[in-house]
């Protein structure tokens, strides 16, 4: 099997995949508490409960604990959206497609917290930076393919700018969505539906 990004080498049993597993979920929830930059590796074993040794093992630094985080979110991502981009998810009318494309993408950035300093990145980490733009790349592929679909006719260049025109929307107001009660979050999340449903019902040449 080979390595997996950011790793200095791969466990060769269950325990070490299971310290491996607790490495990175720390990780994730000190990300998410005090940012990346300000995360260290110490900080990192006290939260997985192990030794700072144990972790050194698996990984050289904090970058490649960053690393390997950040392909884990990516695979998580990728099926997330292979949930919501699939066949019968592509052939439901506009409103009930963008229902079940924010919901369930809010859901997700809900349940990870630690997934969101890795997809907003920053302007002074270059890790980051580059984590931020791999999860970035993704999402707008699988957007870009799903406007194909719908539109096969619309020209690359149109398509590639109304994925990113809505991977950047969704980007911007998830985070309002997580600042308020459930109420709030609600009318948030509406209003991302329906902002984004008028701008590509027009784009899209009208209601499905």
Known sequence: MAKRKGMRREPRQARGERRVGAVLDAAAAVFAEVGYEEATTNAIARRART???????????????????????????????????DAASLRLPLPAFYDR??????????????????????????????????????????????????????????????????????KALLPLAESGDAARRARVLAEVKRMLLAHMTQALGGPD
């Open 51 to 85: 030794s700072i040794g144990s972790l050194y093992q698996f990984f050289p630094n904090k970058a490649a604990v960053l690393q390997a985080l950040t392909a884990r979110y990516l695979g998580q991502l990728r099926a997330v959206h292979d949930r919501v981009f």
């Open 101 to 170: 494309l924010i919901d369930t993408l809010a859901e997700f950035h809900r349940a990870n917290p630690g997934f969101r300093p890795l997809f907003y990145g920053s302007t002074t980490s270059p890790e980051l930076a580059a984590a931020a733009a791999l999860l970035h790349q993704e999402c707008v592929r699988r957007a870009e393919a799903a406007i194909a679909t719908r539109a096969a006719r619309l020209a690359p260049e149109r398509r590639r700018l109304y994925a990113v025109l809505n991977v950047e929307v969704v």
